[in-house]
C-alpha cells in the first residue's frame, strides 16, 4: 500500500512539474541594475496627505520617483563571444517602485526578470525624503522574485547618470561595480552592504551604513567614496575612505587594510593583516565608558633605503608612532558617529544587550541619550611581525 502510495506522488510530481510562466528565456530582460531618483513631483509630498482614500480616480500622474532599469543585452553574445554583455537601460517617472515596474513593462518588448539584479543605486537626493524612502524600502522587502544579496550603494547626484556609465574595464555598470564591492577583502576603504543586510538593518532603527560612489564627468571617473550615514532614514552625512577604515578597525571587522605614518618625511606603509578587538564596559553613576582595545598585527610595506627599521629598538618606536597615530584617528572616527551624526555603528548596544543585561534594563528606554553622553575611550596597540624581504 505504502508503494503504490509513493509512486502516485511521484507520478503526480512528474505531472506537475514544467515551466510555470511559459516564457522562453530569449523572450527575458533580466534587470542587473536599479537605479532610483527623485522625481519632478517630489516635492508634492505634503500635497497628497490630503487625497482621501475614497477619492476615485486616485492613481493619477504624480512624478514622485524617476527609476532607471540597467540590462545587459545578450542578444549580442553567442558561444564564439567571451565576457560580459553591453548595458542598456529603460527610464521611466513613477509615483511608486510597482508603478515604475509597470511603466518601465510597458516600454519593454521583453519579460522583465529582476531575479539577477545585482545592484541597487539610491540617489543620495532622494535621501532627504525619508517618508518616500520608507515606501521605497517597503517595496523592495516585499518583493520575493528581488535577489537580496544585490549590493545597494548611495550615488551622488543623478542615478540615471551612473547607470548609463559605461567604464573602461567592463561594459556595463553592475559587473564593474560588483568587481569593485568585490575588492573588499583587501581595501579597507571599501564596505559593501547587501540588500537583506539593509533591510534588517533598517528595521531596527532606521540607520544604516551604504558605499558611497560619485562620478567625475569631467575625467569620465566613477569612484568609492567612503559610506553614508542614514539615521531615520536620512542622510545625515558621509565618512571619507580614511574614516571607513578607522570604522572597520573600530568594528573589528577589518580583514585586510593598510596605514600609514611619515617619518623623517617619507611614508612608512603597514598593511593590516589581523585585527582583534575588545569592548569593555564601565557603569559609572553619571555615564557609561566604552574602553575598546584594538590589536592590529601585520607587515611593514615600504621606507626609504638611505635608513633601516631591522632593529629592535627602531621597530618599538614604529609600533609605538603606529600606537599612537592610530589610536587618536579611532577616537576621533567614534566620536564623529557619536557626537555628530547620533549613530552607533561600532556596536555598542548590541555589547550591552548580550553582555550587560542589567545595565540595559536601565538604560534601553532611553538609549539615545545615554548614547549620546557616553565616555568612548580607544586603545590601538600594533605589532609588526614582518618587514619584508631585505637584501
Known amino acids: 500500500m505504502k508503494i503504490k502510495i509513493a509512486l502516485i506522488l511521484i507520478i503526480s510530481s512528474m505531472l506537475l512539474c514544467g515551466c510555470w510562466d511559459s516564457i522562453e528565456i530569449d523572450n527575458r530582460c533580466f534587470i542587473s541594475t536599479i537605479g532610483i531618483d527623485v522625481g519632478k513631483d517630489i516635492g508634492k509630498e505634503g500635497d497628497l496627505k490630503a487625497i482621501s482614500p475614497k477619492e476615485p480616480f486616485a492613481e493619477r500622474e504624480v512624478e514622485k520617483l524617476n527609476v532607471t532599469y540597467g540590462y545587459p543585452d545578450i542578444s549580442s553574445l553567442a558561444p564564439t563571444k567571451g565576457g560580459t554583455a553591453e548595458g542598456k537601460f529603460i527610464t521611466t517617472p513613477a509615483y511608486s517602485m510597482a508603478d515604475a515596474v509597470s511603466m518601465a513593462t510597458a516600454k519593454s518588448s521583453r519579460s522583465l526578470d529582476f531575479g539577477h539584479d545585482e545592484i541597487i543605486l539610491l540617489s543620495s537626493d532622494i535621501l532627504a525624503f525619508p517618508n518616500t524612502i520608507k515606501e521605497v524600502i517597503d517595496y523592495l522587502q516585499r518583493q520575493p522574485t528581488l535577489n537580496r544579496m544585490a ?44 540588500l537583506n543586510q539593509l533591510l534588517i538593518l533598517l528595521s531596527e532603527n532606521g540607520n544604516a551604513l551604504i558605499p558611497r560612489i560619485k562620478l567625475d564627468k569631467a575625467k569620465n571617473e566613477l569612484n568609492l567614496s567612503g559610506v553614508a550615514i542614514i539615521k531615520n532614514y536620512t542622510l545625515k552625512g558621509y565618512l571619507n575612505p580614511i574614516e571607513t577604515s578607522d570604522l572597520e578597525i573600530l568594528r573589528g571587522k577589518l580583514k585586510s587594510g593598510k596605514k600609514m605614518i611619515y ?57 609605538d608612532d603606529f600606537n599612537k597615530s592610530l589610536s587618536e584617528e579611532c577616537q576621533k572616527v567614534a566620536q564623529i558617529t557619536q557626537i555628530e551624526f547620533g549613530v552607533d555603528p561600532i556596536g555598542f548596544r548590541e555589547n550591552i544587550e548580550k553582555y550587560n543585561v542589567a545595565l540595559w534594563n536601565k538604560v534601553k528606554g532611553n538609549w539615545s541619550e545615554a548614547y549620546k553622553n557616553a565616555i568612548i575611550k580607544v586603545n590601538v596597540t600594533t605589532h609588526i611581525r614582518r618587514v619584508g624581504v631585505v637584501k
Open 263 to 319: 617619518m623623517k618625511g617619507h611614508p612608512i606603509d603597514f598593511q593590516i593583516e589581523n585585527t582583534e578587538r575588545k569592548i569593555t564596559v564601565i557603569n559609572n553613576k553619571n555615564n557609561i565608558e566604552f574602553h575598546i582595545d584594538i590589536l592590529l598585527e601585520g607587515q611593514i610595506k615600504g621606507y626609504t633605503v638611505d635608513d633601516d627599521v631591522f632593529s629592535k629598538e627602531k621597530l618599538d618606536n614604529l609600533e
Open 151 to 194: 549590493l545597494v550603494l548611495v550615488a551622488d547626484g543623478n542615478v540615471e547618470d551612473y547607470v548609463k556609465y559605461k567604464p573602461d574595464m567592463e561594459k556595463n555598470i553592475g559587473s564593474y561595480l560588483v568587481g569593485l564591492m568585490k575588492n573588499s577583502s583587501t581595501n579597507a576603504t571599501i564596505l559593501p552592504v547587501t
